[in-house]
């Protein structure tokens, strides 16, 4: 039936996001949704032919029949696509957040935050894989990673001094402990 396995890739996605590790890539499954699509657009296609060989165009309502197809099978492909898109937003949050807590699943080389092999500690980790990445991302999900973490290496050398992947939280005492960088003298602010 039309979107079975578009919601097994909804299952996946909201799987992922309660896991500690990012599962395998699903490419078969990717596979055939695309190729469901592409054969619901035939479908379509197939339907408005003899509209658009004839010169004529497509009334919905002398032809409720043909227009109630052309719509499932419309809605079939937009239902389809919002679940790639889902499964695939959920992928690239949880790689964007490797990038940020400094993670190296690519397995070879310095990672963005610039930390080498021997300093990474289990970075493969947050893959779930023993073989780090060969099964976890597709080749689309790594260049993606690399990017992006050449993207967050160039952000972060414009703020050397500050640290971005700090906590968000603010804090929850009052009375909070300053750590001065540079000396600036005495300084007073509008509370003394």
């Not at 050398?157 to 001065?180: A, C, M, Y």
Request: net charge negative; hydrophobic share 30%; glycine share 10%.
């Amino acid at each position: 039936m039309y979107g079975d396995l578009a919601y097994k890739l909804v299952q996946h996605a909201k799987r992922t996001q309660s896991l500690t590790h990012l599962p395998p890539y699903q490419t078969e499954i990717i596979r055939a949704v695309v190729r469901e699509v592409r054969d619901l657009d035939k479908d379509v296609s197939a339907l408005l032919a003899p509209f658009e060989a004839s010169g004529s165009s497509f009334n919905p309502t002398a032809e409720p029949a043909t227009a109630c197809n052309v719509l499932v099978n419309h809605l079939c492909m937009r239902r389809n696509k919002r679940c790639l898109l889902a499964y695939h937003r959920v992928r690239t949050e949880r790689l964007e957040g490797l990038v940020w807590s400094g993670e190296d699943v690519l397995g070879g080389g310095s990672e963005p935050g610039g930390q080498n092999d021997g300093e990474r500690g289990g970075g493969a980790a947050g893959l779930g894989s023993e073989t780090g990445n060969q099964h976890s991302l597709s080749p689309e999900e790594e260049e993606y990673f690399r990017q992006y973490g050449d993207m967050l290496a160039a952000y972060k050398g414009q703020w050397t001094d500050i640290d971005l992947t700090g906590s968000l939280e603010p804090p929850r005492d009052l009375f909070v402990d300053v750590r001065v960088l540079k000396d600036a003298g005495e300084i007073q602010t509008e509370y003394g």
